[in-house]
């Protein structure tokens, strides 16, 4: 569907003037990392191609890793279906996404274990995207199974600017960004608003986005510092899956619907805090969240008269915060790094819930629970310069996830709790200035929904039903190869393997316990 054309008109100024000229450094992709990355597979985005890349969804920004898919799935203000190294990976699962700190995907949710709605992202605020193919690097935890992305936020914008943009189909985004001094620090303000009605020929998508961001940063002898506000909110309607034989009969269109009563509302709000001196790093965040979705798969299959359209819905509070301190002491003559952390994640989960409804109408409860996690973590790792050529890096990970689930089904209620002890281990080896080699192996996990994990009988057939582990191993290990002259040439290629343990998750969509969607895989 080649449809949507788009034109921008962009209004850029600043207002430093020549008497306070200010040093900017804006970074495109940086390919060539030998000497710093620990795997041939990970890469930093910077803030130039980020600009340089048309974006109609701020998911798009996971595109511009190399072999990750983003697809739409049921409506623009849905989490979108992600894809890389041969791993379905649904809203989520097995795809850490972090963002200033934050982490961005959801435990127990109401739509799917993982959920990674990214809407909330201004493009213009984004500075750097580091990205990690695998699991080799003792910060990355839960859901980083296939790899992770951590989404770094701009304290110093290049410029002041006003961005209007007009589309077919009734697109209009508009985006303000603006940056003071205030004191010894800068605060940088964002603002952007989107409306969008779709393609569909039976429905106005009528999407609604709204988003805000605040930052104050200062740098210090001492270290930096920043303090980020962030706020979202978004409406839509979707035209959903449909089914092929639908279009064959002609029913409807490529682009019609079987239901128009589908779409939802969401909603973001956060706080956070950075601190970063010479050695020691601290966060903490809390994070109000929100959402409601109607969604229908199967139509009439499951209920000939109401028709199955469901609602789900998730509302919870996420607060917690991560520790790091890195020091250095030598073995020998050997310079030995280490790293050491811990992290803390709480989730209240008020509601929960899917209900059977006809066109936005309650009509049943399928299950509805509130739930309780928290996790704790602490980890080491150690980095040996063994000579000029050769590096290793060690790493030990701890986790604990401890679970209470309060259902109204007295059954599927109780109490749950896991723990991981996982390793990982890199070499890296420098043939020459511009050619090194890796091999990489690492444990990682993903968690499961804790209603799984205490689940006793099917809300739906009434029948005893297993529960899920609530945390899954992973085991993973890539051989690979990067060059880069500086100039001209860069290459990177990475033999990989990966397993998880289990292929067993909680279905938000049907209340009970199934096969994931995705494989283990080798390319």
Known sequence: MNKLCISVVTFCCSFNAFANIEKITVYGHRTGLIGESISASSGIIGQGEIENRPMLRSTELLELIPGMAVTQHSGSGKANQ?????????????????????????????????????????????????????????????????????????DNPKHDQLSITVGEDNFYRGVALGSTSIGSGKLVGATEWQVYDGYWQDINEDVNKKNALLRYSRDSEQGNLSITAMAYDNSWNSADQIPQRAIEQGIISELGSLDKTLGGESSRYSLSTNWQGQNLSVSAYLIDYELNLYSNFSYFLNDPINGDQFNQRDNRTISGGTLSYQFTANVGDIPVNHTVGTELRHDNVNKVGLYNTQARKYLSTVRQDSV???????????????????????????????????SDNSLNSGDADDDLLGFKASLTYLFTDNLAGYANWGQSFHSNDARGATIAQDPVTFEATNTVDLLVKSNGAELGLRYFDEQQFNFSAALWWLELDSELLFVGDAGNTGPVMHHSAMV
């Open 82 to 154: 992600y894809f890389i190294r041969g791993f379905n990976l649904d809203h989520g699962t097995d795809f850490a996404t972090n963002i200033d700190g934050m982490p961005i995907n959801m435990r127990s949710h109401g739509h799917g274990q993982g959920y990674t709605d990214l809407n909330f992202i201004i493009p213009e605020t984004i500075a750097t995207v580091s990205y990690q193919k695998g699991s080799y690097d003792v910060r990355q935890g839960d859901f980083s199974t296939a790899g992770s992305a951590y989404f770094h936020l701009s």
């Open 372 to 406: 309780e996690e928290t996790s704790y973590t602490a980890y080491w790792q150690t980095q040996l310069h063994l000579s000029q050529q050769l590096e290793a890096t060690l790493g030990v990970r701890y986790d604990y996830l401890d679970a209470h689930v309060d």
